[in-house]
């Protein structure tokens, strides 16, 4: 199993499916290129270099079919590595990606102005603010705080701004994930969270068109970061796609 954190987060957004697979399976969770404890060189950030990396990483660690979880950001980097890459992986889980955006979205004054703030001055009160405001408010208020203090903001805040603003810059204005949905053929699945940016940015639609294996799923009542507030319902979601998902798919 091969985990992707998502933009400006590290691995340990997964620290409960850890905890729950690496019992009877093999669980190796990648930290972006500049993000977390890996390097963070001047660069484009491009959705094809992350997947070209996490490609690599799987060649050096001899990981033979993983089924690739995304979260976030993450997960579009994942169906870019498994179409890009289409014989490496055996199974490809989104979690609460914005994926197949709307071309409308690159030109909004909504992203026009997150851009602006995260290559501005404020960069890590921006990048923080957004973190707190997209895990939205479902969970009691102090165990949302501690969940956000322990999990979310200390890899937003240490993300270096040049990593963070050419990340978002090539998702939203440059990436086309097309060509990668087009190529990708293994079983696949989506699970959504309650957040209403989230669901208004991607197509899931057109991503079944694209995908007609697609398999989508939503957690119930909780915000972006569902892979630790209600980690039961993911955890679960996952265990069935992988006992059951294969299978339906023939």
């Known amino acids: 199993m091969l985990l992707i954190n998502g933009w400006t987060g590290d691995h340990g957004v997964f620290t409960p ?5 690496s019992g009877t399976r093999r669980v190796v969770a990648v930290n972006l290129r500049g993000h977390g404890a890996s390097d963070a060189p001047e660069g484009d950030y491009a959705m094809e270099g992350f997947a070209d990396d996490i490609a690599w990483q799987c060649r050096t660690l001899g990981l033979s079919k ?8 993450g997960g579009a980097v994942a169906l870019e590595l498994c179409g890009r890459h289409s014989e ?24 026009e102005g997150l851009l602006a703030g995260v290559g501005g001055s404020n960069y890590r009160t ?6 707190w405001a997209i895990g939205c408010d479902y969970d009691h208020p102090a165990r949302r ?14 993300t270096p701004q040049h990593v963070a603003y050419a990340a978002l810059r090539s998702m939203v204005l440059h990436h086309d994930p097309v060509p990668a949905a087009r190529a990708c053929r293994i079983p696949m699945v989506y699970i959504s969270a309650d957040v209403p940016l989230v669901e ?14 697609l398999v989508t799923a939503k957690t119930l009542l909780a915000g972006h970061f569902n892979t630790i507030e209600v980690a039961d319902q993911v955890n679960a979601m996952i265990e069935r796609f992988l006992t059951v998902g294969f299978k339906a798919r023939g």
């Open 17 to 21: 499916q850890i905890a729950h697979f």
């Open 66 to 73: 993983p089924v690739v979880i995304g979260h976030s950001l």
């Open 88 to 111: 490496l992986a055996a199974g490809l889980v989104m979690i609460d990606t914005i994926v197949l955006p709307s071309p409308d979205t690159a030109g909004s004054s909504e992203i």
């Open 126 to 131: 921006v990048v923080r603010d957004m973190a």
């Open 145 to 158: 705080q501690a969940l956000f203090d322990t999990f979310i903001r200390g890899p937003a805040e240490r």
């Open 200 to 213: 208004q940015a991607r197509n899931l639609d057109r991503l079944r068109e694209l995908c007609p294996q």
